[in-house]
């Protein structure tokens, strides 16, 4: 995924930590067993998705690719396999 740049977008990478510190508050009240705290995290995880769909749809995220892109993409494919 590394040629890609699959994620690497502001809309993915804030998508992914407000969802990680989401994961870390809803572990630190499971340990602490407290209910309440837990599923605060797991609102923040899902907050988290939102946000990066929101961002993702303002314009912040990967752009579309062309039919063009995608054939010259698909002819590169084709002729590293015929190396």
Do not use: D, Y
């Not at 890609?4 to 572990?27: E, L, Y």
């Not at 067993?33 to 939102?50: D, K, R, S």
Request: charged share 5%.
């Amino acid at each position: 995924m590394a040629g890609s740049s699959h994620g690497h977008t502001p809309a993915a990478w804030t998508g992914v930590i407000i969802s990680f510190i989401g994961f870390c508050v809803a572990g630190v009240f499971m340990v602490a067993a407290n209910p309440l705290g837990f599923w605060a995290g797991i609102a923040v995880i899902f907050v988290g998705g939102i946000v990066g769909l929101a961002m993702k749809a303002a314009g912040l995220g990967m752009p579309k690719e062309s039919s063009e892109m995608a054939a010259a993409r698909a002819r590169a494919g084709q002729a590293q396999i015929s190396h």
